[in-house]
């Protein structure tokens, strides 16, 4: 089996979306599969055809010039299936697998059409949605319809439809796509890859200014959709019953500035430690640092629909965590057994599911062996790999056949 994949970007770039592609190429592998690679421009200007990363080959596009709306994203597609033809027609793969957003479903079907190559496409989460949550455009708008229809055409013409969760599953098929025709790929972990929390390091807690401190913690980028404010806002009610905790946020992202200027505002910028972005490598460390950690999502669509990886990751490695009751987090999350849930938007809920978690330390034991064995028994990578064999299966019979008709 020969699959070519098209994604919008891919490692060395660290994301929610690179860590998932990796690891659901490297599965595919161990199932004796091989495995193509092309990248949209996003990934950037390179020098180079092709970088090879982690053990695995990236083919790259070439970034055309920048223009308004419409035109930019019609050049991006034309760059992709040039170059996705070309990689086809070179490889002769059995399937075209394209990754969200739709500027790669379009090109691979175009290319799929003319080479006869059965397509999938596999959605984690909707273009339109996370524009609104970037402040491009707003949900209902010219833009956002228009938007939505060409993820509806896109759907209604590939072979095969993937996606991240039930969520999305089901605004899929709303659209009329036939339930048969969409599989849920789950978001998952590498257990091998995740190590269980261990000692905090003495001399980077000293230098981050944490000794003493309890510490309520988020490691990821700074997007409006994570609900940092909220932890924020809710922070000076926890402060007035606990004055050793402290927030440590590791990462950054577009709403940096506005969390550091909210962090004064609400005078409380001393007890609020920013690290910046650190290497890969050394997340763990920080992690090592945190008491509890607060997933505080918003409620809207994007975060109703989709499933991140955070939660997943830190049953892996045992952590203990708090969550928002949005849709993403409740598929993955048992209240009360592996988490625990709090009402989305509410800052006083927020604290007080803080203190109760703190105040109940004797309990952390037992949500973190059922963290653990949740996704050692469901969310790994083996099961949820497994379910493209049969589609992927299922399309090369029916190419094969219709070859020899």
Same mark, same amino acid.
């Given at each position: 089996m020969r699959i070519l994949h098209i994604f919008d970007h891919s490692l060395p770039l660290h994301s929610g979306y690179t860590f998932r592609s990796a690891a659901i190429l490297r599965e595919q592998r161990a199932l004796g599969w091989e495995t193509f690679h092309l990248t949209s421009p996003k990934q950037g200007k390179?020098?180079?055809?092709?970088?090879?990363?982690?053990?695995?080959?990236?083919?790259?596009?070439?970034? &055309?010039?920048?223009? &308004? &709306?419409?035109?930019?994203?019609?050049?991006?597609?034309?760059?992709?299936?040039?170059?996705?033809?070309?990689?086809?027609?070179?490889?002769?793969?059995?399937?075209?697998?394209?990754?969200?957003?739709?500027?790669?479903?379009?090109?691979?079907?175009?290319?799929?059409?003319?080479?006869?190559?059965?397509?999938?496409?596999?959605?984690?989460?909707?273009? #339109?949605?996370?524009?609104?949550?970037?402040?491009?455009?707003? #949900?209902?708008?010219?833009?956002?319809?228009?938007?939505?229809?060409?993820?509806?055409?896109?759907l209604r013409r590939v072979d095969h439809a993937f996606t991240i969760c039930e969520g999305l599953r089901k605004d899929i098929v709303s659209r009329g796509i036939a339930p048969d025709k969409v599989t849920v790929i789950p978001n998952a972990v590498d257990i091998e890859g995740f190590q269980l929390s261990g000692e905090p390091d003495a001399e980077l807690k000293r230098r981050l200014g944490l000794d003493g401190a309890t510490v309520i913690g988020f490691i990821g980028s700074f997007y409006a959709y994570e609900g940092l404010d909220l932890l924020l806002d809710a922070f000076p009610a926890m402060l007035a019953k606990r004055l050793e905790l402290?927030?440590?946020?590791?990462?950054?992202?577009?709403?940096?500035?506005?969390?550091?200027?909210?962090?004064?505002?609400?005078?409380?910028?001393?007890?609020?430690?920013?690290? $910046?972005?650190?290497?890969?490598?050394?997340?763990?460390?920080?992690?090592?640092?945190?008491?509890?950690?607060?997933?505080?999502?918003?409620?809207?669509?994007?975060?109703?629909?989709?499933?991140?990886?955070?939660?997943? #990751?830190?049953?892996?490695?045992?952590?203990?965590?708090?969550?928002?009751?949005? $849709?993403?987090?409740? #598929?993955?999350?048992?209240?009360?057994?592996?988490?625990?849930?709090?009402?989305?938007g509410d800052a006083g809920a927020l604290a007080a599911v803080v203190e109760e978690m703190l105040g109940q330390r004797d309990t952390w034991p037992a949500y973190r062996a059922a963290g653990r064995d949740y996704v050692e028994r469901v969310r790994n990578w083996r099961n949820s790999v497994a379910k493209y064999k049969p589609v992927y299966e299922r399309l090369v019979r029916s190419r094969n056949s219709s070859d020899q008709v």
């Open positions: 390179t020098a180079v055809e092709f970088e090879d990363t982690d053990g695995l080959r990236f083919h790259r596009c070439p970034v &055309p010039p920048s223009g &308004p &709306p419409v035109i930019n994203e019609w050049r991006q597609m034309r760059a992709i299936e040039a170059r996705l033809e070309g990689l086809a027609r070179d490889i002769k793969p059995d399937i075209l697998h394209a990754h969200s957003p739709v500027l790669n479903a379009i090109p691979a079907l175009r290319v799929g059409r003319r080479l006869g190559i059965p397509v999938v496409y596999e959605i984690r989460a909707f273009w #339109e949605d996370a524009a609104v949550d970037h402040g491009t455009t707003r #949900e209902g708008s010219v833009r956002y319809r228009l938007t939505r229809a060409l993820e509806t055409w896109a402290r927030i440590l946020l590791v990462g950054g992202g577009p709403q940096d500035a506005n969390l550091k200027a909210q962090a004064q505002r609400l005078g409380i910028a001393d007890k609020v430690v920013f690290t $910046g972005r650190v290497p890969h490598g050394e997340v763990s460390r920080y992690y090592d640092l945190i008491d509890l950690l607060a997933y505080p999502r918003h409620s809207m669509r994007l975060t109703e629909l989709v499933t991140p990886l955070k939660p997943l #990751e830190a049953m892996a490695q045992g952590r203990i965590f708090v969550a928002s009751d949005v $849709g993403g987090h409740k #598929e993955l999350v048992r209240d009360g057994e592996t988490g625990r849930l709090f009402k989305a």
